[in-house]
């Protein structure tokens, strides 16, 4: 059970899978990087996918959780600069993101309490043209993209840097994610606190928090 908390001053949101959830969106970018892949190491497409399969499988079994996509195309020796390139190239999130009216008025109620920033592993431009077409581009102080240390997330040196940036003790900070391990595991070892949520709705829990709604 969430308690208001009027402590909170900043509340750092993930983007993909936190604000919006389009599987279609996300086998592109997948789709992209496997692209990038291929023709980094000079091989087919097919042959492409396959190293990015196998190489997760691996980072699985070593890490015992799952690797961001990110990480395994770095895993795989390419540079963050350079698949984020094919990203900007291939993925068009025009293709499958509408405005979306109750995220834009739930964080509009936010915004007089807060400050909202967006902490992502994707890099600006896209993040910025996903925004735009949720309806959601001005309500955030800050974006966090890859760009800011090309350190993709869950990375603790990133993650002190976008800290340290924002400013103010761990109690002031809500750290809003889908996925546990990458978007909240280093807030909580760190004593923030953190919600997980599995659909957009979910994100009415931070209300509740803050106490807007009882």
């Not at 949101?13 to 389009?22: A, C, E, K, M, V």
């Not at 902490?119 to 925004?131: D, Q, V």
Request: charged content about 30%.
């Amino acid at each position: 059970m969430l308690n208001s908390d009027q402590h909170i001053l900043s509340v750092v949101f993930d983007l993909d899978g936190t604000l919006y959830s389009s599987p279609e969106l996300a086998e592109e970018i997948a789709a992209a990087a496997d692209v990038a892949v291929a023709s980094a190491r000079g091989v087919s497409l097919d042959e492409g996918k396959k190293l990015i399969r196998t190489s997760r499988q691996r980072l699985t079994e070593i890490n015992d959780e799952e690797p961001t996509l990110s990480l395994t195309c770095m895993e795989l020796g390419l540079e963050l600069p350079d698949l984020h390139r094919y990203f900007e190239i291939e993925v068009k999130p025009e293709r499958y993101l509408l405005e979306d009216p109750v995220l834009k008025s739930l964080l509009d109620s936010l915004k007089p309490i807060c400050d909202l920033y967006i902490y992502t592993n994707n890099n600006s431009a896209l993040a910025e043209r996903i925004m735009k077409l949720l309806g959601v581009g001005t309500q955030f102080r800050k974006i966090y993209s890859i760009e800011y240390c090309w350190l993709p997330k869950p990375d603790r040196e990133a993650f002190q840097k976008v800290l340290e940036d924002i400013g103010g003790p761990p109690e002031s900070f809500l750290f809003v994610g889908d996925r546990d391990q990458v978007d909240l595991q280093p807030a909580k070892e760190l004593g923030i606190k953190t919600l997980l949520v599995r659909e957009t709705a979910d994100l009415l829990q931070v209300h509740k928090l803050l106490g807007v709604i009882p």
